[in-house]
């Protein structure tokens, strides 16, 4: 089964996700330049939503090369000083996941649960006299099987929802690796888009009334857009990343759908303040088959026309381009589909026959198409 999301959603001028040279991140699709917000970017924006992890009212992920720092924050000092306990978490660290620089930290980023992480330290803690009373050589052979007891317990599964939809990958112990059941797609402008540049100057406060000219200058990139964005997620390999657990995989689905609608990435947010919710949502629950990307809606770039901007027509293209979907490969596999609209009047085509009135219930209708603990059980 899988779940698909489907957003229209027009910014003001912003930089909400720039490249090497600072300037917002674009590309060419159907033969123009169109404005384009990375997934990595999504969903770390995703991620980040408080409105995630209170939905899902589990611990997220952490990624990062700080891991035995990290542990010694929850070492228990009534055990032993973290200076005596630091070589040996060092050296889990090492064995299970990464080797590490001198600066302690890891050589690569890790995405750890901290339900992982607290079992690494329990670990330590469960063999902490046995391991302080022989040699180094049988104490680094004792950490070593543990390692191993612990890839066993970490293996396939994760507690952590935002690791089950994104998945890890750790080249240095592919064991570890979790296929994500989240795809997220790169978003587009539905419309061609140039570049503008903001020279600003800002103004020395101390400077003698007799002195002219700023106290200093530049230039920021901006562009202003309405952006189609798409995510698909494969809800069996979520409920196998997550151990089977459906009352959570069903709070994951939840999670992402609203942190979804409320992220939006931080990019130069204090000088543009581009806060705008989506104008259109649709989402479509589907027993199996192909997913339906729809930006080949804006193959042809949307073009404002009298007394509209962007955002109905880019509405209409997107209902129209799904009508022609239906019709052409049939809609066998879809059990759910909930639409929600910003405007009234926004053209859906056949999409209006599953508009919602608001946001929960779009997705309460969504949550329905999903099965329940009871079914899985």
């Not at 994500?180 to 020395?204: G, K």
Request: charged share 25%.
């Amino acid at each position: 089964m899988f779940i698909e999301l489907h957003m229209i959603q027009n910014f003001v001028p912003s930089n909400l996700n720039r490249d090497d040279t600072g300037s917002p991140k674009d590309c060419e699709f159907g033969g123009v330049r169109r404005a384009r917000i990375s997934s990595q970017c999504l969903k770390r924006a995703i991620r980040e939503a408080p409105v995630f992890e209170r939905t899902v009212a589990t611990p997220k992920g952490v990624r990062t090369k700080r891991l035995v720092e990290q542990m010694l924050k929850m070492w228990p000092v009534n055990r032993a000083q973290p200076a005596e306990a630091e070589p040996v978490l060092a050296e889990l660290v090492s064995e299970l996941l990464s080797k590490l620089e001198k600066s302690g930290k890891t050589q690569v980023l890790v995405f750890i649960s901290p339900e992982e992480l607290q079992q690494m330290v329990d670990g330590v803690l469960a063999q902490w006299e046995a391991l302080m009373a022989v040699t180094d050589k049988e104490r680094s052979r004792a950490i070593k099987e543990m390692a191993k007891e612990l890839e066993r317990a970490f293996r396939g599964r994760t507690s952590a929802p935002d690791i089950a939809l994104f998945g890890r990958m750790l080249a240095s112990n592919p064991s570890l690796n979790l296929d994500a059941a989240c795809q997220v797609a790169h978003a587009i402008s539905t419309h061609r888009v140039s570049m503008e540049m903001d020279f600003y100057t800002a103004v020395d406060e101390l400077n003698p009334d007799d002195t002219a000219g700023a106290g200093m200058m530049g230039f920021i990139g901006y562009d202003s857009a309405c952006f189609y964005r798409y995510a698909r997620l494969d809800w069996e390999q979520l409920l196998k990343n997550l151990d089977g657990d459906v009352a959570l995989a069903r709070r994951t689905v939840e999670g992402f759908l609203r942190a979804a609608v409320a992220a939006v990435p931080t990019g130069k947010q204090n000088s543009f303040a581009a806060h705008n919710p989506p104008s259109f949502l649709l989402a479509v629950v589907r027993e199996d088959g192909m997913g339906w990307n729809l930006a080949n809606a804006f193959e042809r770039p949307v073009y404002p026309r009298a007394g509209t901007g962007y955002v109905a027509p880019s509405v209409e293209a997107l209902g129209q381009y799904w009508d022609r979907l239906v019709t052409v490969y049939g809609g066998d596999t879809i059990r759910q589909v909930a639409a929600l609209d910003l405007d009234p009047d926004l053209p859906l085509n056949g999409l209006g026959q599953h508009r919602t009135p608001n946001l929960e219930a779009w997705i309460g209708r969504v949550l329905a198409g999903l099965p329940a603990a009871e079914e899985a059980s």
